[in-house]
Structures are given as C-alpha cells and as structure tokens.
C-alpha cells in the first residue's frame, strides 16, 4: 500500500465491472455497480494518476452506469470501444465484423434452446446458459461450430460464452498498453478473461524490477478459485469491493472518506 502511495501519479488501478464491482445477474441488463462502489472510484480517481473500468460490456453500457466521471477510463467489449469525451470510439478492425456479428446474433436466437439467453453486444454476442447450467456442453459446441464457420474468437466466462471478431487484443494487452506509464498498478477481477490481465502485470514485473503489480481476485465457485491461485489478494464478493478500496483511500494523508 505504501508504494502505491508514495508513487500516486504513476499509480493505476483497474477493474471488471460484473462479478467485480457489480453483482452478477440473469439479467445482464439489470446490473449495477454494488453500493459504495461509484464514490470510491470516484474519489480514488482524485488520488492516483489513472483509474479505470475493463470489461466485456459495451462502453455505452459502461457510460450509463459511471455517469459524470470524467476521471474515470471506460473500456468496453475488451479494449475494441473506448469512451473518449463522453462518445463510444469503436476500433475499426473490429466494428467491419458487425454484420457477422447480427447474422450469428440471430442464428443463436433462433437455433439455441429458449433456456439460453442471447445478448447482443453489437460487436460481440454473448450465450448465457446460467439458467439452465446442463446447457453447457450445447452452448459450448454450437458456439465452436459457429467461431469456425465465421471466423470468430471464443471467449469462455462464467456460465456464459462470447463470440467476437477475431482481432487482437484481450484485457491483458488492454492493460499491458494502459501501464506503459505507470510504476503501480492494480487489477480487480473475477473471471477466466481477467487472468489475461493478471499475467500483463506480473510480466511487466518480470521486465521492469521497477513496477509493482497487485492482482486482486474476488472468488466465486465457478471461476473464482482458479484465479484467486493467481492473486496477491482475494476478497469473497464484489459487495467487499469498496471496503477494500477504503482502505486503500485511508493509507493516502487526507484523504476524504466516501463512506
């Protein structure tokens, strides 16, 4: 904590949004961050030179529930949108595979079991099996089916399955490019995709004696454990999320108490 303190404006800190600082739901469109959670981001951000949210949602959703945070990165569909002066700015590599994207959007509405829910990402579609976990295997091998026909990339998550362009870049290398700068970070996550980025910070410790990464894992039964094996620290739910950054907020001399 200490080092984080002493190097604060050139210190970052990063986060997934569900399962990290929001719950996760069966209605994706639901969810919002847990209480607390947006007055410790946005007094952390007064703090230390770069916060930021990094996830698989869409940036526009991202901007709806971190509204007048200017201090606060947005980075949305794993690095291909980024909300720049409160607009979505989509890579052009990735918005070219829209209309796969639609076509396999409303392939998965029609041949996949009702049980499933298809959310359509514009850029990627997501296939919940959550509530019918049996679903699995289906969802698993009719999504295989479809990223080999289309040319798409897999992105397996908790309960869920990911179809998106196949253009580089993922959380790691999203994290990778956005510490350039910095000598501390800290990443906040709970899912297969988050060990991405986990494995960027302990790389660029490996390069750089310098920098200091701190790898945060809020465990859960599906996919938590395995990345809390790979974490300096866990915490057991995103509720416990913002109780952790006040004591992050409480080691800098002054600092305001959003609670």
Known sequence: ????????????????????????????SAVRPVPGALERLRLLATLVGRVAIVSAR???????????????????????????DGRVRTEAEAGAWAPVIARVTADAARELPGEVLVEDKALMVALHYRSSPSLRGAVERWASAKAAELGLREQYGRMVV????????????????????????????????????FEAL????????????????????ETGDELARRADFTIDAPEHT???????????PAAPYAG
């Open 242 to 252: 913002p109780h952790l950054l006040d004591h992050v907020i409480r080691a800098f």
């Open 1 to 28: 904590m200490s080092a984080t303190v002493s190097e604060c404006t050139k210190s970052g800190f990063f986060f997934d949004f569900d399962g990290t600082i929001a719950p996760i739901m069966r209605d994706p």
């Open 162 to 197: 990911e179809l998106r362009p196949p253009v580089e870049g993922d959380k790691g290398t999203l994290v990778e490019r956005e510490t350039e700068a910095l000598t501390r970070a800290w990443y906040f996550g709970d899912d297969l995709s988050d060990g991405r980025a």
């Open 58 to 84: 869409p940036a526009a959703f991202l901007r709806d529930r971190f509204p007048a945070m200017p201090r606060l990165s947005l980075f949305g569909l794993y690095g291909m949108q980024t909300v720049v």
């Open 202 to 221: 302990r790389g660029r410790e490996e390069r750089d004696p310098a920098f200091l990464g701190v790898r945060v894992a809020v465990a859960n039964g």
